[in-house]
């Protein structure tokens, strides 16, 4: 059985939720992830990632990508299995079922984008690492069904992707002078070194988490 | 004892299920993994050689069969870049008394994170470069893989060595080449890559 104890904001009980509408329910997992619930700066979850791939938006983008279809297809697998899984090997199961996922990401990059796939390196075998997708499945995949876990990965996925592309963007724009490679500022603009690296990543993203939090979030968070 | 028997037995068994998947996915593709790095290979040694590669993979492969000659009996695999205007053969079967050709030599290294793979061409005299390129490289992206840009490729050819790093911007004399900010450690394992391979590069002439 699940472990009832320390369960991550966002999750639900077993058995909780059966009395609402269907949609309405899907629509709020939806929505959770992107808002109130939001891996990065609500639930603090997936710095490491967030700091090392956002000094260049292409190479964010890709990453999303990869933890969207890792953070759904895991919350999926391992919500089918959920029944099934004995508590003492759960974190074993979920970490084999994360990186299969992965690595039929970077399996698919090398044989069909090799230019990517030798850009991203070492980062997309890291979405295996990312505590997004294990923090999912063990919050809510373990105790909720399928289609509903799908949903929270994808929401998951998401809100994590705008908060790293704000941040990718203002990187990118003022370490480069550059968006997706195309030039932006001309050369007048002096670029800021320290937003190539990963220092300037941690202030933007406590600034962000700042201002999202103490101007957003005001309601219900201590 | 018979739930842990049935832990191990159930792990066993979901690991079989999802790893038979990916290992199925792995064997479709290892083909096509294995072409795409050989003619990543080609595409190197064209661009260190100073040649524009063309954006096909069939001309940039044709191009190689005509221009390029392997020969691995030289140290730090050697590529003899033949003169253009060969319209027959390939160039592997050309005579390899042609010791005056430009050449490409591969030369591996230290960066931050990992080896170097890089492919250093040379003119004639052994000493001018002709262009440089990377087979592999783990350095950080956004930083230190910036060294696969063009412009900093480009920035050594006709120069010749051996070079020192100065800050990004300011090169001025023909044995100096921009670092990458941010990027020291990686830029200076470049540096490092490039000398040996233009040492290399006399050792074998002069051993002709």
């Given at each position: 059985m699940a472990d009832t104890a320390a369960r991550a904001p966002g999750a639900k009980a077993p058995g909780a939720g059966n009395n609402r509408p269907r949609r309405g329910k899907a629509q709020a997992i939806l929505l959770s992830g992107l808002g109130k619930d939001n891996p990065v700066f609500a639930q603090i979850l997936g710095i490491c990632s967030t700091l090392a791939v956002t000094n260049s938006v292409r190479n964010t983008i890709v990453m999303c990508l990869g933890l969207l279809w890792a953070c759904s297809m895991s919350n999926l697998s391992v919500s089918i299995l959920r029944k099934r899984i004995p508590s003492r090997v759960r974190m074993i199961i979920e970490t084999l079922i994360i990186a299969v996922w992965v690595i039929i990401v970077d399996i698919a990059l090398k044989a069909f984008a090799p230019e990517v796939s030798r850009q991203l390196g070492p980062y997309v075998g890291l979405i295996i690492t990312n505590c997004i997708v294990m923090g999912r499945t063990e919050a809510f995949a373990l105790s909720n069904p399928p289609h509903f876990a799908f949903l929270d990965g994808v929401s998951s996925a998401v809100g994590y992707s705008y908060v790293l592309l704000i941040i990718a963007s203002i990187r990118e724009i003022m370490g480069f002078g550059t968006w997706l490679g195309l030039p932006l500022l001309g050369d007048w603009w002096t670029k800021w070194s320290i937003m190539t690296m990963?220092?300037?990543?941690?202030?933007?993203?406590?600034?962000?988490?700042?201002?999202?939090?103490?101007?957003?979030?005001?309601?219900?968070?201590k | 004892m018979k739930s842990r028997i049935g832990a191990v037995l159930f792990t066993a068994a979901v690991t079989a299920a999802f790893v038979a998947p990916v290992a199925l996915l792995n064997l479709a593709t290892k083909d096509r993994v294995a072409e795409n790095q050989e003619l990543r290979l080609k595409r190197g040694v064209l661009e260190a050689a100073g040649l524009a590669v063309p954006a096909s993979d069939a001309d940039a492969a044709a191009l190689f069969y005509f221009r390029v000659q392997r020969t691995s009996a030289e140290p730090g695999d050697f590529y003899r870049i033949m003169p253009e205007g060969r319209a027959d053969g390939a160039a592997e079967a050309a005579d390899a008394g042609a010791a005056e050709s430009a050449f490409v030599i591969r030369q591996e290294g230290s960066g931050l994170w990992g080896r170097i793979l890089a492919l250093v061409g040379f003119e004639a005299d052994g000493l001018t470069m002709t262009g440089l390129s990377f087979l592999e490289q783990g350095e950080t992206p956004g930083l230190g893989a910036r060294i696969d840009e063009e412009w900093f490729k480009a920035q050594f050819r006709g120069k010749r060595g051996p070079f020192e790093t100065v800050p990004e911007g300011s090169a001025a004399e023909s044995d100096q080449f921009d670092a990458i900010s941010g990027a020291t450690l990686t830029s200076n394992a470049v540096r490092d890559i490039v000398n040996a391979a233009a040492a290399a590069a006399m050792a074998a002439r002069a051993g002709k």
């Open positions: 990963a220092p300037s990543a941690f202030f933007l993203l406590a600034v962000l988490i700042w201002v999202v939090r103490g101007a957003i979030l005001k309601e219900g968070r | -």
